[in-house]
């Protein structure tokens, strides 16, 4: 198994960068496929990033890993109010399966809430 502990979220002006980081024990990242997810209050959990992204981010946000760090990386430009969310990265085995699916991933960190105010 694979524990995920995720940081670097906070409250940002609009326009600002926010770089959230997901930090991995127990197993390599590398065997794994890793996601971020965002969940905004009153919604459903909806993918952000993986080996795509979610057209909403896309140009905006960038996902990068430091296997050598165990570490997962979400780099968020260009924040607007409706990024404001608990970020979610996630771990997954599965292989020819779309990843924007969240039931798909077996392992979920605790989030970190990003805000962005207007």
């Known amino acids: 198994q694979v524990q995920l502990v995720e940081s670097g979220g906070g409250l940002v002006q609009a326009g600002g960068s926010l770089r959230l980081s997901c930090a991995a024990s127990?197993?390599?990242?590398?065997?794994?496929?890793m996601g971020w997810f965002r969940q905004a209050p009153g919604k459903e959990r909806e993918f952000v990033a993986a080996q795509s992204y979610a057209d909403s981010v896309k140009g905006r946000f960038t996902i990068s890993r430091d296997n050598a760090k165990n570490t997962v990386y979400l780099q968020m430009n260009s924040l607007k109010p409706e990024d404001t969310a608990v970020y979610y990265c996630a771990a997954r085995r599965v292989y020819n399966i779309p990843e924007n699916i969240p039931e798909t991933y077996s392992y979920w960190g605790q989030g970190t809430q990003v805000t962005v105010s207007s």
């Open positions: 127990g197993r390599a990242l590398s065997i794994y496929t």
